[in-house]
């Protein structure tokens, strides 16, 4: 099941369980949209991997299987991204 991570990783902005401007990678790393086009060309900066739009869950699934909240913020890992695609770094 996703996590559904509260944040975007590179700028800390609040990404509620039901917004559609939530983006993540294949491990769930979790960035908004604008980060995730302008600064990070759509590639996790973690694993390299491509950027997709999170799901969002259902309401009464949502009562049932809370979003996480855990914040991960990472603005570091973002600066200078596209010259280190690989490794991901367990969050």
Same mark, same amino acid.
């Given at each position: 099941?996703?996590? %559904?991570?509260? @944040?975007?990783?590179?700028?800390? &902005?609040? !990404?509620?369980?039901?917004? =559609?401007? *939530?983006?993540?990678? =294949? +491990?769930?790393?979790? +960035?908004?949209?604008?980060?995730?086009?302008?600064? !990070? #060309?759509? &590639?996790?900066? @973690?694993?390299? #991997?491509? %950027? !997709?739009? &999170?799901? &969002?869950?259902? /309401?009464?699934? !949502? /009562?049932?299987?809370? /979003?996480?909240?855990?914040?991960?913020?990472?603005? *570091? *890992?973002?600066?200078?991204?596209?010259?280190?695609?690989? @490794?991901? /770094?367990?969050?």
């Amino acid at each position: 099941m996703l996590e %559904l991570r509260p @944040n975007c990783e590179a700028c800390d &902005r609040d !990404l509620p369980a039901d917004s =559609s401007e *939530a983006m993540i990678c =294949s +491990f769930e790393c979790t +960035f908004c949209a604008a980060c995730a086009q302008s600064r !990070l #060309g759509g &590639r996790c900066p @973690n694993c390299g #991997g491509e %950027l !997709l739009r &999170r799901p &969002r869950r259902p /309401a009464d699934s !949502l /009562a049932r299987h809370p /979003a996480s909240t855990r914040r991960v913020y990472k603005p *570091a *890992a973002v600066v200078g991204s596209d010259e280190r695609p690989g @490794n991901h /770094a367990a969050a």
